[in-house]
């Protein structure tokens, strides 16, 4: 179960590392700054 579990986590985490590696706009990388940006304004 355990190994299982890790495998599906390391296919997610590097399918994750090469959808932002091959989508990686700047207008993208723009977006979710700000989106943060503003979240972080709205905690304060």
């Not at 190994?3 to 706009?25: R, Y």
Request: aromatic fraction near 4%; proline fraction near 2%; glycine fraction near 6%.
């Amino acid at each position: 179960m355990r190994e299982s579990k890790e495998i599906i986590i390391f296919i997610a985490l590097s399918a994750l590392l090469l959808i932002g590696i091959g989508f990686l706009p700047k207008s993208a990388a723009n977006l979710a700054v700000n989106h943060v940006i503003q979240s972080s304004g709205q905690v304060q």
